[in-house]
C-alpha cells in the first residue's frame, strides 16, 4: 500500500473498544473542519464534518468534537471495527469552506484483534 | 456509476521534465480538486476548478498549474520537475462547490529521478 508518513503518530486500539484521534490547529480564523479516513492504496475518504457554530457532530459510529477555545479537534470512532484500521486526517478551511483546505499530519490507527 | 479516475496510477520522469496528469471526475461533477501527498509535507491542498476556472490555489510555486475543460475534466502540469516533486497526486471531484461531498481518485503516483 502506499505510504502516507514516515512519522505518523500511532493509535493501537482493541476491536471493540472507542477510539479518539486528536487533531491540532492553528488558524483561529478556520470556519469548517473535516475528518477523512485513507485506507492503504486509496484515496482519502470523507468520514465527518463540522462547522465552527457547533461543538459536537455525530454521524454513523463516529462523533467528531470542536473546541474553538484551544483550537482543539477529535474523532471518536466507536466499537472500533477491523475496517476502521486507516491514517485518519484532519483538515480545516476558513470562508465558510470557500478556501483550500489545510490538513493535519494524520494518525495511523491499528486495531489489535 | 464510476468514480474519480485518475490517468496514468505511476510515472517516472527525470528532474528536469515536465509532467502533466488528468483527472476525470464522476459524472456530472463540476468542480476538481488537486492534492499532493509527500511523507514529509502530508497531504497539501494544490487548486481547486469549477467550471473552468481557477478558484484557488494553494501556496505552490507557478511550475505547478492546471486546467479545467468544458466536460470538467482536468489536467495538471508540473514543470521543470525536481526531486521533491515526487509524491502521491490526488484529484477529487464534487458536483458543486464544497468539500463535503468530495470523491477522491486513487491518484497518481510521481516518482522524479
Known amino acids: 500500500g502506499e505510504s502516507v508518513g514516515l512519522h505518523l503518530p500511532t493509535l493501537s486500539v482493541q476491536e471493540g473498544d472507542n477510539s479518539i484521534i486528536n487533531c491540532a490547529y492553528s488558524n483561529s480564523a478556520s470556519d469548517y473542519f473535516i475528518w477523512y479516513k485513507q485506507e492503504s492504496g486509496k484515496g482519502p475518504q470523507f468520514i465527518i464534518d463540522i462547522r465552527s457554530n457547533m461543538d459536537k457532530r455525530q454521524g454513523q459510529r463516529v462523533t467528531v468534537l470542536l473546541n474553538k477555545t484551544v483550537k482543539h479537534l477529535s474523532l471518536q470512532i466507536a466499537a472500533t471495527q477491523p475496517g476502521d484500521s486507516a491514517v485518519y486526517f484532519c483538515?480545516?478551511?476558513?470562508?465558510?469552506?470557500?478556501?483550500?483546505?489545510?490538513f493535519g499530519k494524520g494518525t495511523h490507527l491499528i486495531i489489535q484483534p | 456509476k464510476a468514480g474519480v479516475t485518475q490517468t496514468p496510477r505511476y510515472l517516472i520522469k527525470t528532474r528536469g521534465q515536465q509532467v502533466t496528469l488528468s483527472c476525470s471526475p464522476i459524472?456530472?461533477?463540476?468542480?476538481v480538486s488537486w492534492y499532493q501527498q509527500t511523507p514529509g509535507q502530508g497531504l497539501q491542498f494544490l487548486f481547486e476548478y469549477f467550471s473552468e476556472t481557477q478558484r484557488n490555489k494553494g501556496n505552490f510555486p507557478g511550475r505547478f498549474s492546471g486546467r479545467q475543460f468544458s466536460n470538467s475534466r482536468s489536467e495538471m502540469n508540473v514543470s521543470t520537475l525536481e526531486l521533491g516533486d515526487s509524491a502521491l497526486y490526488l484529484c477529487?471531484?464534487?458536483?458543486?462547490?464544497?468539500?463535503?461531498?468530495?470523491?477522491f481518485g486513487p491518484g497518481t503516483r510521481l516518482t522524479v529521478l
Open positions: 483538515a480545516e478551511t476558513s470562508g465558510g469552506g470557500a478556501d483550500g483546505l489545510t
Open positions: 459524472s456530472g461533477h463540476r468542480s
Open positions: 477529487a471531484s464534487s458536483l458543486v462547490r464544497g468539500y463535503n461531498e468530495q470523491f
